[in-house]
T-cell receptor, first 110, second 117 residues
């Protein structure tokens, strides 16, 4: 079992739908990142969370430290949101190492 | 906000040659940078931790003589893939750690796609 699990692995949605991507982890963490990787590979950091909730435009990220779970929500989804979304957790060991989920491949249809 | 750049973004080379990839923090000093590798449809895997002014710390299974890392300044780390082989073809990503007072943040570079023919 991976230390960072994402669900679903693949997701197809219609434009305008509300989308939720989940991330569960089994290690102690000091922070969690949500990353977006577009076709061709470029990675963009969307959020870094250590508690609570953050919002940026149509994106919302939440984290529940006690439950070791984070969600990434996309409101009013658009075809340009099509990408792979990766959850990465920073271990609490003080080494600043990250463990990555395998990603959720999102496709938003027009 | 802080930005981390990588150069080149894509590189194609012949087998046996060496390839250097640069990772730069553009508006902050990064005492620590990390190098990751991503295989197709797999998650990113940490290769090594690069500390400014000292030797890099490599993860188990990563050949330090194959993947040379130099962190000569607080804004630049380089990864050199020596004597590249087709199996070295991959997507290489760096991240840079900014430590400012009580806050610590990591920023990811956009990645470099290496194709070895």
């Amino acid at each position: 079992k991976n230390e960072v699990e994402q669900s679903p692995q693949n997701l197809t949605a219609q434009e305008g739908e509300f989308i939720t991507i989940n991330c569960s982890y089994s290690v102690g963490i000091s922070a969690l990142h949500w990353l977006q990787q577009h076709p061709g590979g470029g990675i963009v950091s969307l959020f870094m969370l250590s508690s609570g909730k953050k919002k940026h435009g149509r994106l919302i990220a939440t984290i529940n430290i006690q439950e070791k779970h984070s969600s990434l929500h996309i409101t009013a989804s658009h075809p340009r949101d099509s990408a792979v979304y990766i959850c990465a957790v920073r271990e609490a060991s003080g080494t600043y190492k990250y463990i990555f989920g395998t990603g959720t491949r999102l496709k938003v249809l027009a | 906000g802080a930005v981390v750049s990588q150069h080149p973004s894509r590189v194609i080379c012949k087998s046996g040659t060496s390839v250097k990839i640069e990772c730069r923090s553009l508006d902050f000093q990064a005492t620590t940078m990390f190098w990751y590798r991503q295989f197709p449809k797999k998650s990113l895997m940490l290769m090594a931790t690069s500390n400014e002014g000292s030797k890099a710390t490599y993860e188990q299974g990563v050949e330090k003589d194959k993947f040379l890392i130099n962190h000569a300044s607080l804004t630049l780390s380089t990864l050199t893939v020596t004597s590249a082989h087709p199996e070295d073809s991959s997507f290489y990503i760096c991240s840079a750690r900014e430590h400012h007072r009580e806050r610590e943040t990591q920023y990811f570079g956009p990645g470099t796609r290496l194709l070895v023919l």
